[in-house]
């Protein structure tokens, strides 16, 4: 059931990341934007969303301690 949810997760953050895509674009066309601040501006985009992608998603590992957990885990049952 974890693993439904953490899919559910990562497709509405994907639907977002294309809604500001689509939403940002439009503003562009609109304002008359050259080519070339478009491309720039899609690239800075898609840049911030995996950094935000990396950010949310990238500490829900699949399961399992690190050593680095067990050390501190240790140290505080010996307290």
């Given at each position: 059931?974890e693993?439904?949810?953490?899919?559910?997760?990562?497709?509405?953050?994907f639907?977002?990341?294309s809604?500001?895509?689509?939403?940002i674009?439009?503003?562009?066309?609109?304002?008359?934007?050259?080519?070339?601040?478009?491309?720039?501006?899609?690239?800075v985009?898609?840049?911030?969303?995996?950094?935000a992608?990396?950010?949310?998603f990238?500490?829900?590992?699949?399961?399992?301690?690190?050593?680095?957990?067990?050390?501190?885990?240790?140290?505080?049952?010996?307290?």
């Amino acid at each position: 059931m974890e693993s439904l949810l953490n899919v559910l997760i990562v497709m509405a953050f994907f639907a977002a990341a294309s809604g500001l895509f689509f939403f940002i674009g439009n503003v562009l066309k609109k304002s008359g934007a050259s080519k070339k601040t478009e491309n720039r501006l899609v690239i800075v985009v898609l840049a911030v969303v995996i950094i935000a992608f990396i950010a949310i998603f990238g500490g829900k590992g699949g399961g399992g301690s690190s050593d680095n957990d067990d050390y501190w885990g240790d140290r505080a049952r010996r307290r």
